[in-house]
């Protein structure tokens, strides 16, 4: 569990051919793909729904980063959220999320992201966006950025959990 062996993806050289700040984002949605992997996929069901101290489980963070990328780019993307993931947002604390299911909803929605990145790299960054119900304004680049950030802020959460639920169980 955990200790990395190759540098961050930023630190790999990769993506050159991506303007810096997606670029950047999209190497914050690999290292939270490496770092959940590495930290939290050994993890039970249990563990994963585990609550210590009563603070949000591993699965909620997991399955917040995965549901909020997808919102924040739809945002990004111009759009405004739909019924699907509304509902989806007001069940991101339920308890009982096996492992496979949550590690599934993960990859599969981080990969989307990396390919719904790709698809705005010509978007000028200053380009104005809204978010949320009352319409704030910010920018495809604020947008971008706060994708990146979010995420990472979550993964910390989660491997802190993790790391946490796996010293209460030995």
């Not at 051919?17 to 914050?28: I, K, N």
């Not at 996929?41 to 399955?63: C, E, K, M, W, Y």
């Not at 790709?118 to 966006?129: G, S």
Request: with cysteine.
């Amino acid at each position: 569990m955990g200790e990395r062996e190759i540098p961050e993806p930023w630190l790999r050289g990769t993506l050159t051919e991506v303007p810096a700040v997606f670029r950047g984002v999209l190497h914050a949605l690999e290292l939270a793909k490496e770092d959940i992997a590495s930290w939290c996929g050994d993890l039970t069901d249990a563990q994963l729904n585990s609550r210590p101290a009563g603070i949000a489980p591993v699965a909620f963070h997991v399955r917040h980063i995965a549901r909020s990328v997808d919102r924040l780019l739809t945002y990004a993307e111009g759009r405004r959220l739909d019924k699907k993931q509304i509902a989806a947002l007001k069940t991101e604390l339920d308890p009982g999320v096996t492992r496979g299911k949550l590690f599934l909803e993960f990859t599969e929605s981080l990969d989307r992201g990396a390919a719904r990145i790709h698809a705005l790299i010509q978007a000028p960054l200053e380009e104005p966006r809204r978010v949320g119900k009352l319409e704030l304004p910010t920018t495809l680049g604020g947008l971008l950025v706060h994708v990146a950030d979010h995420t990472q802020r979550h993964v910390g959460q989660a491997v802190t959990t993790a790391k946490i639920v796996v010293a209460q169980s030995g």
